[in-house]
């Protein structure tokens, strides 16, 4: 058991030096007896567990702002300046409102203008009690952004899945992750300068997020024995699940309360903390890990068969580019995010214009699905390793079965929420599950480049992620582009139609062409003496 004390670890941690490894077969190996003395929380534990934290920052991070502008924005002047503009449209000049008294009646009666006014499903329209913020920036400036994160984003995934391969996966993402959190702290100046300067503090958050995915798929891959794959992958990658779930109300409380600034201020520096605890508890293998038991660390290297220490091999580029389990998963990766970010950054906006709820609502409500994605991620990944090691399904099912469940039935739920009409609980109950369903590519194709690919995981999330982050781009302006002064219900609904079609798009191409078997051109050649040995036994 783990019996030293807090400082004893802390001191510890500084002095594991690297162990030369033992080339190990492949085999099938099980966890040591219950008889057996062991850690009372496994190292690859520890490590899941700050990686799930890690990327709840990261992701946290990531959408605040999509909160954090409802409160940001004078949407007076902004309906003002829409106003103005559709003046000049219609009539080529700008005049200047006249006061125009006027007698509403019903029935003959006069009807008393003071009264609240109604909806359009006749409930009485709420004030939001959140005051107009200091920026009129219009949906269009707003889209720009929103999508600005994943402008730099876009251009370290390769880079950042080579450096972590190449160098140090845990110092890739600790410094990925802090970096958000410094540029998280000084959001607010940027904000106050110009929205131009806000830009430009998204863009370098996003270069610094973007090599978080790729790298931790490398220390996935040197962690995770096959069996627990997709338990550990789905407890670690949850944390893009928390950090909405947690970071949307606690966001939207902030806001209420202390003002749209704290948000940043609060969240980053909170991220700092973490950073310390990634630094002291992680490492990049287990032969590195200075107090990993030694059962644990055999029972990891046994069941990944290959030498953790070893010369990392050239990236065979050609079959990488001419493979159709790697198309399948960039198609997949690709298509589905177009729906994620369309629930990860718009689901507030189509909450507070289509649905009527305030921001404190708002960030609550906008939270709730994404806590039922998070425990039905975790259920799913439970359930498909259990079968999975019972030899019930194969791997490649389990990743087409999972890849389904988060394309077709959220699309189906999208369509639905715009026919429920003034059922607001409905069309909550819609998104929830819409949202929920979308957790099974943490067991899906977000797992399966480790499957295909062990030695190049990181390589094939960099390049799967820079097709990915294109929706990233897309998505906010244009959802922006559709809704500028049109914030409708039909116009919601032309989005959530060709969000179906991208959804379908990726169950049908995954489906056909998906694979959860590492493939020929990714696995370890042969020694010359093991070629030679090789030899000898078939003559003998």
């Not at 004078?74 to 003046?87: E, Q, Y």
């Not at 202390?258 to 950073?275: A, C, D, P, T, V």
């Not at 050649?525 to 078939?538: A, G, I, M, Y």
Request: with cysteine.
């Amino acid at each position: 058991m783990v019996s030293a004390s807090f400082f004893k670890i802390i001191s510890q941690c500084y002095m594991g030096a690297e162990e030369e490894t033992i080339p190990l077969k492949t085999k099938e190996v099980e966890e040591p007896q219950p008889g057996v003395k062991k850690d009372a929380v496994p190292a690859r534990w520890i490590m899941a567990v700050l990686g799930c934290v890690g990327f709840m920052i990261v992701y946290g991070l990531k959408v605040n702002l999509s909160v954090a502008i409802i409160a940001m924005v004078n949407h007076t002047a902004v309906a003002g300046m829409s106003a103005h503009h559709d003046d000049l449209e219609v009539h080529g000049v700008h005049h200047e409102p006249e006061e125009v008294h006027t007698t509403i009646s019903i029935n003959g009666e006069p009807v008393n203008s003071s009264a609240p006014l109604l909806d359009s499903c006749g409930k009485a329209e709420k004030k939001e009690e959140l005051q107009d913020g200091p920026f009129a920036w219009d949906e269009n400036i707003q889209g720009l952004i929103l999508a600005s994160y994943f402008y730099g984003y876009l251009v370290t995934q390769v880079p950042g899945g080579w450096v972590a391969e190449k160098f140090s996966a845990k110092h890739v993402f600790g410094m990925g992750a802090l970096v958000n959190a410094f540029c998280a702290l000084l959001t607010p100046v940027a904000a106050s300068g110009s929205y131009i300067w806000l830009v430009v503090m998204r863009i370098i958050m996003g270069i610094a997020g973007g090599v978080t995915l790729p790298a931790m798929h490398v220390l996935i891959a040197g962690w995770a024995p096959p069996q627990e794959r997709s338990k550990i992958s789905s407890t670690i990658y949850a944390g893009m699940t928390l950090g909405t779930l947690v970071c949307m109300p606690f966001s939207g409380l902030l806001a209420a309360t202390l003002g749209w600034s704290s948000i940043f201020y609060m969240q980053g520096g909170l991220s700092i903390l973490w950073y310390v605890l990634w630094c002291i508890f992680v490492y990049d293998s287990p032969a590195q890990h200075p107090r990993i038991s030694k059962d644990e660390r055999k029972f990891i290297e046994e069941s990944l068969g290959t030498v953790v220490k070893t010369k990392k091999p050239p990236v065979p580029w050609k079959k990488v580019w001419t493979s159709l389990p790697v198309w399948a998963i960039i198609v997949a990766h690709t298509c589905n995010n177009w729906g994620w970010y369309m629930l990860l950054v718009k689901l507030p906006t189509y909450m507070r214009y289509i649905l009527k709820f305030d921001i404190a609502s708002n960030a609550g409500l906008s939270a709730v699905p994404f806590l039922c994605m998070w425990i039905f991620t975790m259920l799913l990944a439970n359930i498909l390793d259990a079968l999975r090691s019972r030899k019930v399904i194969t791997t490649t099912f389990a990743r087409k079965l999972a890849t389904f469940i988060a394309s077709m039935p959220p699309a189906i739920c999208l369509i639905g929420v715009t026919y429920v009409g003034c059922n607001t609980d409905l069309a909550v109950a819609l998104l929830t599950l819409g949202t929920m369903f979308v957790g099974g590519m943490y067991s899906g194709f977000l797992s399966n480049h480790i499957d295909i690919a062990p030695p190049f995981a990181g390589t094939l999330m960099g390049i799967t992620n820079t097709f990915a982050t294109l929706p990233g781009i897309i998505v906010p302006s244009f959802v922006g582009y559709m809704t500028h002064g049109n914030q409708t219900v039909e116009a919601w609904r032309t989005i959530f139609f060709i969000t179906l079609g991208i959804f379908s798009v990726e169950a049908l191409f995954y489906s056909i062409f998906g694979s959860g078997e590492q493939q020929e051109w990714a696995k370890p050649k042969p020694s010359t003496q093991e070629v030679e040995q090789q030899k000898l036994n078939d003559v003998a």
